[in-house]
């Protein structure tokens, strides 16, 4: 049975960082896409970032050059580096994997989540 499950969530001052980890496990993922996606209250899951297999890397425009999407296949682990945080970042952080090699920005698009994370950005 697949299970993705995250961590390194928590509460930072807006302008900190965090980074969050997911490791996957039931299967081997290194010929997956793998994506985050967050749900902040009273809104839809949104897309944040994924990472084809090959290490291609897609971004939301609301975090372009603030997070960075990784992943280490050794470990079967992706990862999200959060920098300069702001507090409409405050949300629950998913991690996602998909059956398939490409990436993706819809959640239907992907097979297996995680239970989700917490991430708060204080002001």
């Known amino acids: 049975q697949v299970q993705l499950i995250e961590s390194g969530g928590g509460l930072v001052q807006a302008g900190g960082s965090l980074r969050l980890s997911c490791a996957a496990s039931g299967g081997t993922f290194s010929t997956n896409a793998l994506g985050w996606f967050r749900r902040a209250p009273g809104k839809e899951r949104d897309f944040v970032a994924s990472?084809?297999?090959?290490?291609?890397?897609y971004y939301a425009g609301s975090v372009k050059g603030r997070f960075t999407i990784s992943r280490d296949n050794a470990k079967n682990t992706v990862y999200l580096k959060m920098n300069s945080l702001k507090p409409e970042d405050t949300a629950v952080y998913y991690c996602?994997?998909?059956?398939?090699?490409?990436?993706?920005?819809?959640?239907?698009?992907?097979?297996?989540w995680g239970q989700g994370t917490q991430v708060t950005v204080s002001s």
């Open positions: 996602a994997a998909r059956r398939t090699p490409s990436g993706a920005a819809i959640p239907s698009d992907y097979d297996y």
């Open positions: 990472i084809t297999w090959l290490g291609s890397k």
